[in-house]
C-alpha cells in the first residue's frame, strides 16, 4: 500500500497492519481507514501476486483500473481446499519428516496414516468451529492415538519419531518463520503477536500428544 501511494504522489501515507485489523491513511488531511480482520489464512502465491502488482504500478507498467482489476481477481480466486488433497499433501509432509528424522521403514504408514488423518481433523475443526487452538489439541489427540495404535500392530520402530514426522504438518511453521522476519524488520508487536500464537499453538499441540501419552 505505501509503495502504491508513493508511486501516486502520496508520501506522507501511513499503513498499519497486523493480524487482526489493517488502518491505512493516505495524507495527514484525509480520514483513516480501519479494517477488522475477522478470518484469516496464510496464502503465499496471493502474497507474491499482490506484491508484484505493487511493483508494477511503482514502475508504471500497468495503470490503476488494470491493478485495481488484478487484485479484484486475485481477491476472488479460490486455492484448491478439497481436504482429499490437503489431506495427501500432509501425508507426503509426514513421509518426508520421517526420512528426515531418521525413521524406519515399517513406521511409514502408521505416520503417513497419523499425518494425514490428524491434519484433515484440524482442518475440518477450523472451518466449524472458527476457533484457535483448540482444532490443534484435538488434531494431536488423535495424530497420538493412531500413532501408538499404529505402533503397536507393528513393533520394532519408534515411536518418538512417528509422533514427531505426523504433527509436522499442524506445527505453525510459516508463523514462526513470519514471527522472526518482524523481528529482524523491527516490527514488534507483529512479533510478539505472532510468536505468542505460535508459541500456544505448539503449546497445544504438544498438551495433546501428552495427554495421550499419560493415559496410555
Given at each position: 500500500m505505501t509503495r502504491i501511494a508513493s508511486t501516486l504522489g502520496y508520501n506522507d501515507s501511513n499503513s498499519f497492519v497486523t493480524n487482526t485489523v489493517i488502518q491505512f491513511s493516505l495524507h495527514s488531511e484525509s480520514f483513516p481507514r480501519i479494517f477488522r480482520i475477522k478470518s484469516r489464512d496464510t496464502n503465499l502465491i496471493k502474497i507474491s501476486q499482490a506484491n508484484d502488482i505493487s511493483r508494477q504500478i511503482a514502475k508504471h507498467e500497468i495503470s490503476l483500473d488494470e491493478a485495481k482489476n488484478k487484485l479484484e481477481a486475485i481477491y476472488i480466486a479460490e486455492r484448491d481446499n478439497s481436504l482429499p488433497f490437503k489431506g495427501f499433501a500432509a501425508a507426503m509432509i509426514a513421509m518426508s519428516f520421517l526420512y528426515l528424522q531418521g525413521g524406519r521403514l515399517v513406521d511409514v504408514l502408521t505416520a503417513i496414516i497419523a499425518g494425514s488423518i490428524g491434519y484433515l481433523v484440524?482442518?475440518?475443526?477450523?472451518?466449524?468451529?472458527?476457533?484457535?487452538?483448540?482444532?490443534?489439541?484435538?488434531?494431536?489427540?488423535?495424530?497420538?492415538?493412531?500413532?501408538?495404535?499404529?505402533?503397536?500392530?507393528?513393533?520394532?520402530?519408534?515411536?518418538?519419531?512417528?509422533?514427531?514426522?505426523?504433527?509436522?504438518?499442524?506445527?505453525?511453521?510459516?508463523?514462526?518463520?513470519?514471527?522472526i522476519q518482524d523481528l529482524f524488520g523491527g516490527h514488534m508487536l507483529m512479533f510478539t503477536t505472532k510468536s505468542l500464537e505460535a508459541l500456544v499453538t505448539s503449546f497445544g499441540i504438544g498438551a495433546g500428544v501428552g495427554t495421550i501419552l499419560i493415559l496410555v
Amino acid at each position: 500500500m505505501t509503495r502504491i501511494a508513493s508511486t501516486l504522489g502520496y508520501n506522507d501515507s501511513n499503513s498499519f497492519v497486523t493480524n487482526t485489523v489493517i488502518q491505512f491513511s493516505l495524507h495527514s488531511e484525509s480520514f483513516p481507514r480501519i479494517f477488522r480482520i475477522k478470518s484469516r489464512d496464510t496464502n503465499l502465491i496471493k502474497i507474491s501476486q499482490a506484491n508484484d502488482i505493487s511493483r508494477q504500478i511503482a514502475k508504471h507498467e500497468i495503470s490503476l483500473d488494470e491493478a485495481k482489476n488484478k487484485l479484484e481477481a486475485i481477491y476472488i480466486a479460490e486455492r484448491d481446499n478439497s481436504l482429499p488433497f490437503k489431506g495427501f499433501a500432509a501425508a507426503m509432509i509426514a513421509m518426508s519428516f520421517l526420512y528426515l528424522q531418521g525413521g524406519r521403514l515399517v513406521d511409514v504408514l502408521t505416520a503417513i496414516i497419523a499425518g494425514s488423518i490428524g491434519y484433515l481433523v484440524v482442518e475440518v475443526l477450523d472451518r466449524r468451529l472458527h476457533a484457535q487452538f483448540i482444532p490443534e489439541f484435538i488434531g494431536s489427540l488423535v495424530i497420538g492415538i493412531i500413532a501408538i495404535i499404529g505402533h503397536s500392530f507393528v513393533p520394532g520402530g519408534n515411536l518418538a519419531t512417528i509422533i514427531i514426522a505426523a504433527v509436522m504438518p499442524i506445527v505453525p511453521g510459516v508463523l514462526i518463520t513470519n514471527a522472526i522476519q518482524d523481528l529482524f524488520g523491527g516490527h514488534m508487536l507483529m512479533f510478539t503477536t505472532k510468536s505468542l500464537e505460535a508459541l500456544v499453538t505448539s503449546f497445544g499441540i504438544g498438551a495433546g500428544v501428552g495427554t495421550i501419552l499419560i493415559l496410555v
